[in-house]
């Protein structure tokens, strides 16, 4: 069993930083693949980044490759995503989610994770 707390969000303008955190309970956490997802107001889940076990691979939705960046330590069970050059657009509740997969498959699917953060809210405006 794995619980995940997100953190970090807030009401920022165009072109602002930010960084989510998202710490997780369990000894184990170095086992999962984490994902950042986010979900803007009448649409689906969709993935921002994934990172590997021990953060040596990553991936990055188009739409954020370049400004956002994923990464973990795990000493302290946390994933980061680091959010610069923020858009409205980027507006949305993001979630971070936990993958028990065996493969340190970089899983782009929502529906193969299995523990979910309860999200943070990210407002930017224009």
């Known amino acids: 069993q794995v619980q995940l707390y997100e953190s970090g969000g807030g009401l920022v303008q165009a072109g602002d930083s930010l960084r989510l955190s998202c710490a997780a309970s369990?000894?184990?956490?170095?086992?999962?693949?984490m994902g950042w997802f986010r979900q803007a107001p009448g649409k689906e889940r969709d993935i921002v980044a994934v990172i590997s076990y021990n953060g040596g691979n990553t991936y990055y939705a188009d739409s954020v490759k370049g400004r956002f960046t994923i990464s973990r330590d795990n000493a302290k069970n946390t994933v980061y995503l680091q959010m610069n050059s923020l858009k409205p657009e980027d507006t949305a509740v993001y979630y971070c989610a936990a993958d028990r997969n065996t493969d340190n498959y970089l899983q782009r699917d929502r529906r193969f994770y299995d523990y979910w953060g309860q999200g943070t809210q990210v407002t930017v405006s224009s």
């Open positions: 369990g000894r184990t956490f170095s086992n999962y693949v």
